[in-house]
């Protein structure tokens, strides 16, 4: 079956086979990958041409990804001195290259002929570049970056903005600390949070390109995965998983507050859990699939997640400073301290550092701004660094590409069409194609943000919980360098600061179904004890001196305020205040023997239940 598109027929479906040879004459110059495109009249069609040499023999293949065509044969394959010819395998119309070499190597020209058709092709070394970006605009960047945090009371931010070839901006304002015992830099370490996410899908497709993963098989067939009376769990797929439409439950509460879960543990009991979302109809967002990527990561690697972070991503782009984990954040000369905000952000306080453990794949990494730039720089170049081709452009495509739609809107009234991909959110932002991830962990915030088609990325860091800076930061940066109308980002966010707060007004159950008067089935003492969920924990419900009742889980007591007949609301303020429905019911015999939680904080749907032990 042939499609035609633009004036060409190509291939819409084909098989990978091995590549025909070419004596390499002068093949040596022409290896790598090479990016740009067929020059057909009103509709320019991207290619991607991939070179290799083996004992002698060139071999190579095109890529053309609006016709989703991958892999395609190049045969009878000659390069002699600054020329290179080539032909399609299998494709009608005998379509053919022939381009030379300019005198720096880095650039292809020449023509592309198909049946009587001939069109100009042009390659690049470097990736094909549509917006020549307003530099000059960025004069000055740096105090509106100290405004922005003096308005929101953040004690540090960082940003960083780059191009494929050049970082545009790289700096700190503020400090470490309240007692500004040092400014913050450049260098300065901060936690990331969900910013982990795409390094966790880098990892993924490093091993795709290895021939070790493909995104549509099902997790069981790495992993020992699957869920109990569920055969839809089957089904669920590498791409499901990370683009977070496999149903599964956020539940971040028992990841945040259970330091005893291990990875091993969960998947081990995994088969426990149960799907809360529709399977591939509806985008649900969940740690939990980030956690089971790793372990999958783990599996293939037969290293642990952070040693292959490390050695595949880390050490090759030359991340020199970053790291996994607090103990290691602690160890390092140059690291913010975290600080939580109220909800109007009027006053910060230090906050103990959070230490994520089995969910590192989700959201551990810690780094700064000229660690985060070079991360940044291997999307934008097509996934080479220098000579090598750490990650194939194919697979960075695939991460870039959204799976599943959110919302036909977008973050705010400049964005629409927003949908997630693998370990990325994707959007239209002023009419420019914005992949994006968040990060939010305790006492720090962070925003990576990628315009391939622009070749920009930008990326900002802040030690306060929540705080609202990376999005103005980024926004405005990219106003200014694409020469877009003028958008106040910086006083639009503070208006918000105006507006009634939602916290205090807020109950996680429904005040007017509160049934008053109503009392407990047993004593607060009968209800006393443990209770256990083979997954997510246990529960020990104890008396304090003053009766009241408290639910301590692995560490982190919350109070229990009775409700109405055996429901009790349970508060507890370690990331701002947070609100938890329980139930305690009774067997046949009239024996409290189970307990009921909210694990989805905020939420009193699909309550879990622990038995008592």
Do not use: C
């Not at 009878?76 to 010819?85: P, Y």
């Not at 306080?349 to 230490?355: L, N, S």
Request: charged residues 25%; glycine residues 8%.
């Amino acid at each position: 079956m042939f499609k035609k598109i633009s004036g060409l027929f190509l291939l819409t479906a084909f098989i990978f086979i091995s590549f025909a040879a070419a004596p390499a004459l002068a093949g040596g110059r022409f290896m790598g990958e090479w990016e740009g495109r067929v020059e057909v009249p009103g509709s320019p069609l991207g290619v991607i041409i991939k070179l290799t040499e083996e004992e002698g023999e060139v071999t190579g293949s095109m890529d053309i990804p609006a016709q989703n065509a991958f892999g395609i044969e190049l045969i009878k394959l000659e390069v002699e001195d600054n020329k290179i010819f080539f032909e399609l395998k299998n494709i009608p119309g005998n379509p053919r290259v022939e381009a030379y070499l300019d005198e720096g190597k880095r650039k292809m020209t020449g023509d592309f002929s198909q049946a009587s058709l001939t069109f100009p092709i042009e390659l690049s070394r470097d990736r094909m570049r549509a917006a020549d970006l307003n530099v000059e605009a960025l004069d000055g960047f740096e105090d509106f970056i100290e405004a922005v945090r003096q308005d929101w009371n953040t004690p540090g931010l960082a940003a960083g903005i780059v191009t494929g070839e050049e970082i545009l901006f790289a700096g700190g304002t503020g400090y470490l600390d309240l007692d500004k015992t040092a400014p913050i830099t450049e260098e300065t370490l901060f936690g990331i949070g969900s910013v982990t996410k795409p390094f966790t899908t880098m990892l993924l497709a490093m091993l795709v390109d290895d021939g070790l993963l493909s995104w549509d098989d099902p997790v069981k067939n790495y992993i020992d995965f699957n869920l109990d009376n569920d055969p839809v769990s089957d089904l669920i797929s590498v791409r499901d998983l990370v683009s977070h439409r496999a149903g599964l439950p956020r539940y971040d509460f028992t990841l945040i507050f259970n330091e005893d879960l291990a990875r091993e543990d969960i998947l081990a009991n995994i088969r426990h859990m149960e799907r809360t979302g529709d399977f591939r109809n509806s985008y649900q967002y969940s740690n939990y699939n980030y956690v089971l990527a790793g372990i999958l990561t783990e599996e293939l690697t037969g290293m642990t997640w952070e040693e292959a972070v490390r050695e595949r991503i880390f050490s090759p782009a030359g991340m020199d400073h970053s790291n996994l984990n607090v103990t290691e954040l602690k160890k390092s000369a140059n690291y913010a301290l975290p600080y939580l905000a109220d909800d109007r952000f009027l006053n910060a306080d230090e906050v103990d550092f959070w230490e994520l453990g089995a969910s590192a794949p989700a959201g551990s990494i810690n780094s700064s701004i000229v660690d985060m730039s070079k991360w940044l720089q291997i999307y934008l170049k097509g996934g080479r660094i220098n000579d090598e081709q750490l990650i194939s452009s194919r697979s960075l495509r695939q991460l870039s590409e959204p799976v599943i739609s959110i919302s036909g809107r977008g973050a705010d009234d400049y964005s629409s069409h927003l949908g997630y991909g693998p370990g990325w959110f994707t959007s239209s932002y002023r009419g420019e194609y914005k992949i994006e991830h968040g990060g939010v962990t305790f006492g720090y915030s962070a925003s990576a943000a990628l315009f391939p088609e622009k070749d920009l990325g930008i990326v900002v860091l802040a030690n306060l919980h929540g705080s609202p800076a990376a999005q103005i930061i980024t926004n405005t940066a990219v106003d200014l360098l694409l020469d877009l109308e003028e958008v106040n980002w910086k006083e639009d966010y503070l208006a918000l600061m105006g507006e009634e707060s939602l916290m205090e007004e807020f109950s996680v159950l429904d005040l007017e179904r509160r049934k008053e008067g109503t009392r407990p089935s047993h004593t607060l003492e009968e209800m006393t004890g443990s209770y256990t969920h083979p997954l997510y924990g246990t529960f020990h419900l104890k008396l304090q001196e003053n009766k009241m009742l408290v639910a301590d889980y692995h560490g982190t007591e919350i109070q229990l305020e009775h409700w109405h007949y055996n429901v009790f609301k349970g508060s507890l303020d370690r990331m701002g205040p947070m609100q938890m429905a329980f139930s305690l019911e009774t067997n046949l015999h009239g024996e409290i023997d189970r307990l009921k939680a909210g694990l989805d904080v905020f939420l009193t749907d699909n309550m879990i239940e622990f038995m008592r032990n």
